[in-house]
């Protein structure tokens, strides 16, 4: 897919051995460091630099956003205005480049602000009309969740099965995104009398976090092993799958693992890759004028009826 190709395979894995989360810090190497971390890209602020203007002058909006997500973050900023010129050409769109926060090296996530330059529409001298600016971001991203889960020989399995309980687990990275994937291993456990493999089901409980919506509604789910016992995984990928009302979905797939002597760590990372949309409004107010077309005192100001783009 366009989309798992653009974030890179490479960002993937290293976000997933390096990113340990505990109790809002990052612990790098040993280090715990407080980190300015949220749910992906956030929109800071957007509003007119006036909230008032008059038919045919100028306004310029602008918007602040901030990468405090987990990953590098790369997208489009758009307005939707047409009635003052603004979101009625390519010119409308924006593109950004953000990077993540980094706790060991003491930076910021990165932040830019985007301008956008429009003109009040010609209204009829004595009337002052509201209306709506309205911004939006978009932006490819992804989720790395990871699980350590501690495989036993097969007496402890038994106990474990005949009490009703799981294989022993325990998260290990949830990287800051607006879409949540936890990695949850549930009961109950199977073994294989031929081989004494064990056979154990695992949940995959995708949320939307992140205050906006999942464009189309549409994730890629990707579970892969990277160490351990496990053999195989049944049902876990998954292409294109829709949240319910774009908030959440529930997957539930099946995992084999070889029979162990001793206790046995093996790990387990899920990568969801999805595009993700954030917006934001602003108020502003047009004035009509002596010279508004519409109240019959003549055209466009100096300087034509064009709208000028930052």
């Not at 325990?170 to 549930?186: G, L």
């Not at 908030?247 to 995992?255: I, L």
Request: a negative charge; proline letters at 5%; one cysteine or more.
């Amino acid at each position: 897919m366009a989309l798992k190709r653009a974030l890179g395979a490479s960002t993937l894995l290293a976000a997933a051995v390096m990113l340990v989360i505990s109790s809002g810090c990052v612990n790098l190497g040993g280090v715990s460091t407080t980190a300015a971390f949220d749910n992906g890209v956030v929109i800071q602020n957007f509003e007119p630099e006036l909230s008032s203007v008059y038919s045919g002058e100028d306004v310029r909006l602008q918007m602040k956003i901030k990468n405090l997500g987990s990953f590098d973050a790369s997208g489009d900023a758009t307005i939707d205005l047409s009635e003052w010129g603004c979101g009625s050409s390519g010119a409308a769109q924006k593109t950004f480049s953000l990077l993540p926060p980094n706790s060991e090296r003491g930076t910021e996530g990165g932040e830019a602000v985007i301008l956008w330059t429009c003109k009040a529409p010609d209204i009829a001298e004595g009337l002052t009309v509201p209306y709506e600016a309205r911004a939006q971001v978009e932006y490819p991203y992804q989720t790395v969740s990871s699980k350590t889960i501690t495989l036993l020989p097969t007496s402890d399995l038994i106990a474990l099965n005949n009490a009703g309980k799981p294989l022993p687990s325990e998260d290990e990275t949830q990287s800051h995104s607006p879409v949540r994937v936890d990695v949850v291993v549930k009961g109950p456990i199977r073994i294989s009398e031929n081989n004494g493999q064990v056979i154990f089901p695992v949940t995959l409980k995708i949320t939307n976090v992140g205050g906006g919506i999942v464009q189309d509604g549409l994730i890629d789910l990707e579970v892969e092993k990277t160490t351990g016992a496990i053999t195989n995984m049944k049902d876990c990928d998954q292409q294109n799958l829709p949240l319910w009302r774009g908030q959440s979905q529930t997957v539930t797939c099946e995992m084999t693992a070889n029979k162990v002597t001793s206790m046995t760590q093996a790990r387990i990372v899920a990568t969801a890759t999805y595009t993700y949309v954030i917006s934001s409004s602003a108020r502003i107010v047009a004035t009509g004028t002596k010279d508004s077309t519409l109240g019959g005192g003549g055209g466009c100001p100096p300087g034509g009826c064009q709208s000028g783009w930052v």
